[in-house]
């Protein structure tokens, strides 16, 4: 599956390559028949671009090679800026489309490669520009390239900022998707992504509610009971892999178990359970100066191997509804109790 980045870069490719198709052709005709200064290999590797972003068109189309296409056009929409450059005269202004090069960098390669890329291809572009004018005595110019450079680094400058701000944008969303802003454990998205991927891995699916949440919110306020969940995450994550530990909201977890789980541990079964249940009720919690002993009611689903995500959910919920309903502290497992705290 594509993230918003990729999706982005098909987008901008897409756009370039019809854009450029449609201007690559009557360039060639132009360099090959109209212009003064007449260029018939510009005019060649201008058709053969019209040819490649044909192509391309058609294996974006059915996503196919998006990150090849990328890198070929990077190189090939370069050479022919330089080229260009190369093969006309100073006098005709071809090399104000290198311009549009940190663009298309910031674009389709991201802020990490770009401005390696954009300053690289200034040095080369000076380079050249530099030369024609001591070559052919075209002080004229002189001015022309200087105002050229700095427009070139302040679209560079724009570029960077945008796409570091737009990455930066991306990355937040996909934390807040994959991670709880409270705890900072991972979020129903995350569990539900797991299971329809990776829930070969797992031999249990265990959903915790904690008991009488809403007294505590009542007695002590919301902030002290969001201190609480948070401290019950940090004491849950002492005891079993975070990357296996979710947050469902309004007091409920999820943990995953491995079906070797904490393979240098000797706990099985419900001694497993039992381990993350102590780390939680052995000690309290500070709310407000008072100590309060919190416990969990629980229930545990087998993970089977053609078991679906929602049953393996609703039987999970199923057990913790009789768990709450025998009384704190019970977990139980195949609608039967379990333990009992």
């Known amino acids: 599956m594509m993230n918003s ?9 897409k756009g370039l390559c019809t854009g450029l198709a ?6 060639a005709v132009g360099n090959a028949f109209f212009f003064d200064n007449k260029s018939y290999l510009l005019a060649f590797i201008e058709c053969l671009y019209f040819i490649v972003a044909l192509y391309s068109l058609y294996d974006i189309r059915n996503d196919r090679n998006i990150a090849l296409h990328i890198y070929l056009h990077v190189f090939i929409i370069a050479f022919i800026m330089f080229f260009g450059e190369i093969v006309k005269p100073i006098d005709e202004g071809v090399y104000i489309w290198s311009t549009a090069a940190p663009l298309l ?38 001015v022309s390239v200087l105002n050229f450079i700095c427009t070139y680094l302040v679209i560079t400058a724009i570029s960077r900022k945008f796409e570091m701000e ?5 990355n937040h969303i996909q934390y807040l998707g994959a991670y709880d802003p409270l705890t900072g454990a991972l ?22 509610n904690i008991d009488d949440l809403s007294h505590y919110t009542k007695k ?12 019950i995450t940090r004491r849950l994550a002492n005891t079993i892999d975070k990357e296996c530990l979710y947050y469902l909201g309004s007091g409920k977890f999820v943990a995953l178990f491995f079906t070797y789980y904490m393979a240098e541990s000797s706990y099985h079964g419900c001694q497993q359970l039992n381990d993350m249940l102590s780390s939680i009720s052995s000690d309290p919690f500070s709310m407000r100066s008072n100590q309060e002993f919190i416990t969990f009611s629980a229930g545990i689903t ?27 502290g019970c977990v139980f497992k195949n609608n039967k109790l379990f333990i009992k705290s």
Do not use: C
């Open 220 to 231: 002590y306020g919301y902030k002290e009971s969001d201190k609480m969940i948070k401290e």
């Open 302 to 328: 087998e993970i089977t191997k053609f078991a679906t995500i929602e049953s393996i959910w609703s039987d999970a919920e199923d057990n913790v509804t009789l768990a709450q309903m025998d009384g704190v």
């Open 105 to 142: 960098f910031y674009l389709l390669l991201g802020s990490s490669n770009a401005f390696i890329y954009s300053i690289l291809f200034l040095f080369i572009q000076i380079g050249s520009l530099l030369f024609e004018i001591a070559l052919h005595d075209k002080n004229q110019f002189f």
């Open 166 to 170: 737009r990455e930066a944008a991306q």
């Open 187 to 208: 979020s129903r998205n995350s569990l539900i992504k797991e299971m329809n991927e990776h829930s070969e891995r797992y031999s249990s699916f265990v959903m915790f």
């Open 22 to 27: 449609i201007v690559a052709l009557p360039l």
């Open 5 to 13: 980045n990729d999706v982005m870069k098909k987008q901008v490719l």
